[in-house]
Each structure stands twice: as structure tokens, then as C-alpha cells.
């Protein structure tokens, strides 16, 4: 009989190792890529700055309809845009830079793979950051990998590339891409509000008008609370010259 479990224990124990992964990507403590000075989650500050993100655009129909409401607002926000959307729609992204957004790197293809290698995804980056320059004459300073994976390879990846890796506040993701609805949207960024945060949302990746009509409702509110709107860099490395 003990032989028995003995025989089925050593099966299970081969089974776990030979079905593992050969190679599990290597991921640090977040504290670690922080102390880089290079890659963010929010910023470490008193003043009441919040910085709006929206990714996985320029959409055609989203994306015009976002940027007239943060016009009417005066808000500039920072959009991280996929490279093969902004080749298709270099007129959005114009858009977002003549009205002062900031316009940051999502990859080229959205690329979601927690274990992209680092080749692959210098390619993904690099080829976004060519278009951007190419069609609108910017180079981004942020990147924002897709899916919120960051692993030594996709940090690595960025960094080599001279590129600064902003993930987001991990209480500010209200989840507008999985169809969470308006007043949801609204009550998550407004309870969980508070200096130096990073508003994950979407203008791209299917229909968005639970965040549009979100924005619209948040960006007062915000404001009455004293909260004022600024870009990834405005929020992450502020001009002393402006303080
Ligand atoms: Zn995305």
C-alpha cells in the first residue's frame, strides 16, 4: 500500500516539473523597478496633480469624441497609443499633440504576451516610436506595456530604449474595458482619488462611450475637489522652473 502512494506521489511530483514551464519570466518586487527612477506607478507627491490615460487608441470614433470633451474642460491628458492605430490615423494623433496632450508608446501590434522576450518587444517599441516620428514628428518618452505585465525583460526593453515605463495606480483602474458602467466608472476614480494618481482608462479597443460619459462626469468633480489635470510628464517629472 505505501508503495503504492509512494508510486502515485513520485507520478504527480513528474508531472508538476515536466508540465512547468521551461522558463518563467523574471519579475522583481515593483519597489525594485521604482528604484530606477525610470518606471512609475504614481507619483510620490503632496500636490493634487492626477494624470488621465487613455490606451489601446486613436480609435476613429472615440477617440475625436474624447478629445472635444477635455477641450471643453481645458485638460490635457496623455494618450498611450498602439503604433499600427496611430499609422492608420496619424490625424488623431496630430490632434492630440496641436491640443496639447501627451502622446506615449503601447506597443506597435498590442502586443498582451507576459513573456515577450526582449527582442521581440524593442521591436514592438521601436517601430511605434518610428511611426510617431515619422507622421507627427515626436519621440515618446513613456511606455506603458500591454496588460500591466512588467517583467526584467519588458522593463529592460523600454529602459534600453531610453524610454520611461509608466504602469498606473493600481486603485485607479475602474475597468471601463470590461463594459463597467458609467456611474461605476465614476464613484471608483472619485472614492479612490488622491494625489499623484494615474487613471487607467480606454479610448480604444471597442466602444467606449461608458468612459466618455465617465469623463465628462469625473473631470468636474475632480476639479471642484481642487485636483488639477496633467500630462505623464507634468505628473512624473515636474519643471522646477514652474514651481
Ligand atoms: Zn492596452
Known amino acids: 500500500m505505501k508503495r503504492q502512494i509512494?508510486?502515485?506521489?513520485?507520478?504527480?511530483?513528474?508531472?508538476?516539473?515536466?508540465?512547468?514551464?521551461i522558463s518563467i519570466a523574471s519579475v522583481k518586487e515593483r519597489h525594485e523597478y521604482e528604484q530606477t527612477g525610470k518606471v512609475f506607478w504614481e507619483a510620490n507627491t503632496e500636490e493634487a496633480n492626477i494624470a488621465l490615460?487613455?490606451?489601446?487608441g486613436p480609435h476613429p470614433a472615440n477617440t475625436p469624441e474624447l478629445l472635444d470633451i477635455l477641450k471643453a474642460y481645458h485638460v490635457k491628458a496623455t494618450f498611450f497609443v498602439v503604433g499600427k492605430l496611430a499609422e492608420e490615423y496619424p490625424e488623431i494623433v496630430q490632434r492630440m499633440i496641436d491640443e496639447g496632450h501627451e502622446v506615449a508608446n503601447h506597443t506597435y501590434s498590442h502586443h498582451y504576451d507576459e513573456a515577450v522576450t526582449k527582442d521581440v518587444l524593442m521591436e514592438e517599441i521601436d517601430h511605434t516610436n518610428q511611426i510617431l516620428s515619422e507622421t507627427v514628428g515626436i519621440r515618446?518618452?513613456?511606455?506603458?506595456p500591454v496588460g500591466g505585465y512588467y517583467t526584467d525583460a519588458i522593463i529592460d526593453a523600454a529602459l534600453d530604449l531610453d524610454q520611461n515605463v509608466l504602469l498606473w495606480s493600481w486603485h485607479q483602474d475602474p475597468r471601463d474595458w470590461a463594459g463597467t458602467p458609467t456611474k461605476k466608472i465614476v464613484s471608483h476614480i472619485i472614492e479612490h482619488a488622491q494625489a499623484g494618481d494615474v487613471v487607467l482608462l480606454h479610448d480604444g479597443g471597442g466602444?467606449?462611450?461608458?468612459?466618455?460619459r465617465a469623463v465628462k462626469l469625473v473631470i468636474p468633480i475632480l476639479k471642484h475637489q481642487g485636483y488639477q489635470f496633467v500630462t505623464a510628464s507634468e505628473l512624473l517629472q515636474p519643471n522646477p522652473l514652474m514651481e
Open 6 to 21: 509512494v508510486l502515485v506521489m513520485s507520478i504527480v511530483i513528474g508531472l508538476i516539473f515536466t508540465c512547468s514551464p
Open 53 to 56: 490615460t487613455f490606451d489601446d
Open 140 to 144: 515618446p518618452t513613456y511606455f506603458r
Open 207 to 212: 466602444d467606449r462611450q461608458e468612459t466618455l
